[in-house]
Structure formats: C-alpha cells, structure tokens
C-alpha cells in the first residue's frame, strides 16, 4: 500500500468513526481517533501475520517441489497477494499459496490464469472443499458434506455457473480440473 493509500485509509477511517465518538469515549475512555487508531494497528498486526504465514507456506512448497522458482508477472502477482491477505480461513490461504507457488513454477505445467483469482475470492472453504472431492471422483455421499437435495442443488448451481461444475452434479468443466489442480501444491519433484 503506497503512503497515500494509507493516507487516504486513516482519513477514511477517522471519518467513519466520528459519529461515535461520544459513544465511544463514553465506552473506552478514549477519543474516536485513539480508538480507530488502536483498531487499525490491530488491523496492521493480523494483515501482517497472515503476510508470514503465507510467505513461509510458499517457500516450504517451492522448497518441496524442488524446483527453482521464476518471478511472478506483476499483473498476477499484485493481485494475487492482495486477495490472499484477505484470507483468515487456512485451508483456503493453504490454496491461495498454492496458486502463488504454482505461479512462480511453470515448470510444473499448471497454467494459472488471472481469472482463477476472482474465482478463488467467491468460493467459501465448504465449496472449495466440496470441488476437492468432485476433483477425486468422491462421491457427495462420501464427502463428508451433509446437504439436502435443495440445498445441494444451490450449491452445484452456484459452481456451474462459475463455470466450475457441470450442471448434471460433481463433474469438473475443464476449468474446474484447471483450476482446483492450480490450488493445490505443486508437486514434488522426483530425484533422476
């Protein structure tokens, strides 16, 4: 973030707290402006730490694949990054990782395209789970997902229509087979 994004952050988060500042003075015993502040540091902290955990599961998946990694194109890698510090959940930071990994390795021969990004943002942990057992053939009743039928047939619907699933149940589109084998790590690169 360039300093006048954060700028333009504070000023907006100043903004937004000031209609309760008395409210808030009354509660925490301070100023609106202390109380955002505190609040955006505490942002800060946690951002920060999903930062290292994502960096450090990168590195131990390029490590174990044993290959050497390439840069990544700024025009994936920037929002690539940007998305993946949004992600409190690990197993889908776990995939965002991947998708990084996967990107910095094209000897693995798993294109990842821009689009999987948005994709990746969409899905909840359940779906991104649920596309992981269409992915191996599981059958839903083995998943351990418990859906009704009205409740599955959203759940399929909403995946289809990112393109992801076929409409007629759990089989992937081409682009869901690309995609959920871009989320996972690479694979491990067998000595010769």
């Not at 990054?81 to 000897?107: V, Y």
């Not at 942990?125 to 599981?138: I, M, P, S, T």
């Not at 418990?146 to 081409?174: F, K, M, N, S, Y």
């Amino acid at each position: 973030m360039t300093e006048e994004e954060l700028r333009l952050m504070n000023l907006g988060a100043d903004a937004a707290m000031r209609p309760f500042a008395q409210l808030m003075d009354t509660l925490f015993g301070g100023s609106a402006e202390e109380v955002s502040e505190m609040w955006r540091y505490s942002w800060k902290i946690r951002r920060f730490g999903r930062q290292v955990k994502l960096m450090q599961r990168i590195q131990q998946m390029i490590v174990e694949s044993g290959l050497k990694p390439a840069r990544i194109p700024g025009e994936l890698a920037i929002p690539l990054l940007s998305a993946a510090n949004l992600e409190n959940d690990d197993s889908m930071q776990q995939r965002w990782a991947a998708l990084l990994a996967n990107a910095a390795l094209p000897e693995t021969g798993i294109p990842i395209q821009p689009g999987f990004i948005q994709i990746l943002s969409n899905l909840s942990a359940f779906e991104a789970r649920f596309l992981d057992g269409c992915f191996e053939f599981a059958p839903i009743s083995k998943m351990g997902v418990e859906l009704d039928d009205e409740a599955q047939t959203r759940l399929i619907a909403r995946l289809a229509g990112q393109g992801l699933l076929r409409e007629q149940g759990c089989e992937l589109t081409p682009l869901g087979v690309a995609f959920v084998r871009a989320c996972r790590p690479p694979a491990t690169r067998q000595p010769t």
